[in-house]
């Protein structure tokens, strides 16, 4: 079992910024990769952006050099830092965990962080 938990989303201001945190805790040893997902309300849950075990990175095309993912092992926790936020940006976000063992693989959510971008 793994748990996620979620903090650091907010109201901010067009142009402003946000760090989002996500904290893992229990069988934390099998996880590959993590990521951060956000889902508007009436619209699928979208990848934002990924990060695996050998910290390489992925992001989508709309948060490309604005939205940073990083992970600290010692701290078993994801971040994502958000910069110059956009009204488009409003959603809850979602930490995932994918957790891989032998042939078992468990994907992990967290309850969600809801970012709020004022124009």
């Known amino acids: 079992q793994v748990q996620l938990v979620e903090s650091g989303g907010g109201l901010v201001q067009a142009g402003g910024s946000l760090r989002l945190s996500c904290a893992a805790s229990g069988s934390i040893f099998d996880i590959n990769n993590m990521d951060w997902y956000r889902q508007v309300p009436g619209k699928q849950r979208t990848l934002v952006a990924g990060?695996?075990?050998?910290?390489?990175?992925t992001y989508a095309n709309s948060v490309k050099g604005r939205f940073t993912i990083s992970r600290d092992n010692a701290k078993n926790t994801v971040y994502l830092q958000m910069n110059i936020l956009k009204p488009e940006d409003t959603a809850v976000y979602y930490c995932h965990a994918d957790w891989v063992r032998g042939r078992v693989r468990v994907q992990y959510w967290g309850k969600g962080t809801l970012v709020t971008v004022s124009s």
């Open positions: 990060i695996t075990s050998s910290n390489s990175t």
